[in-house]
């Protein structure tokens, strides 16, 4: 990787723990900081998967004790049921001094990096380099980049509820339905709007009594929009998981 270092973390930890001790992780998105990867929809969708089943995450990825991580997917990039299973070390890539991939977090002295070492391992399954997770233009028509990390890290297939169209396909009660029962990930087209373009965001809350929804941008922070910008906005790909677990 050019321009960088592999570095220990000091007081590295792979979660951050509640009162009880044990691992919390859906109020932990924060260390979700998308890097110089352009995996957003990796992220994005581990983001969604992380803040409604946070179980799954937990499950993944294991702390093997000796300063590495053993990580499981359902699938590679490609999104072909193949799964695959990789161990790393809790290096991570450092310029100028801090992380430049996905970012950990510090809470309470102890730097949290379950989510830099779960992309550490997607990249690791996927060639064993950052570049090769970068997503693609096809994304934008094909909606495969989102899909295929959905499945990835659930096994699970998910469905396009209105495939490369607006949102207008998609209603309120259907969205509110799939937020309650399972997760929803989002892409956005190559155009300009309310949110980033050619970018993926995960679906965090849906609030029927004022009509607003909740999206996630792995790059870091969230933006709430009525339904009506929801659907007027440069959104053009909705992957569901109408039921999850």
């Known amino acids: 990787m050019k321009r960088a270092t592999y570095q220990q973390v000091p007081n590295q930890v792979l979660f951050a723990l509640d009162s009880s001790g044990k691992p919390n992780i859906s109020g932990d998105l924060t260390n979700i900081v998308q890097g110089d990867a352009g995996d957003c ?3 994005a969708a581990l983001m969604t998967v992380a803040a409604r089943e946070p179980e799954t995450i937990m499950n993944m990825v294991r702390d093997n004790g000796d300063g590495t991580y053993t990580i499981s ?11 695959v299973t ?11 001094g801090k992380p430049f991939e996905n970012g950990i977090e510090n809470i309470d002295g102890k730097n949290v990096s379950w989510a830099a070492i779960i992309e550490k391992g ?4 996927n060639g064993n380099s950052y570049n090769s997770i ?14 295929n990390a959905l499945y990835a890290i659930t096994g699970k297939e998910g469905v396009d509820r209105n495939p490369g169209g607006p949102m207008t396909g998609v209603s309120f009660d259907q969205m509110q339905q799939d937020f309650s029962n399972g997760l929803v990930t989002l892409g956005t087209s190559n155009s300009e709007g309310e949110l980033v373009a050619d970018h993926s965001y995960a679906l965090l809350g849906v609030n029927t009594a004022d009509q607003t929804v909740v999206v996630g941008n792995p790059e870091g922070g969230q933006s709430t929009l009525t339904f009506d910008a929801f659907q007027s906005s440069n959104i053009n790909q909705y992957i569901a998981l109408p039921t999850y677990p």
């Open 122 to 125: 997607w990249a690791a399954a």
């Open 73 to 83: 997917f359902h699938s590679r990039y490609d999104g072909v049921a193949n799964p």
């Open 134 to 147: 970068d997503g693609t233009d096809l994304s934008n028509l094909q909606d495969h980049d989102v899909h």
């Open 86 to 96: 990789v161990t790393v070390d809790g290096d991570l890539p450092y310029r100028r």
């Open 41 to 43: 929809y990796f992220l």
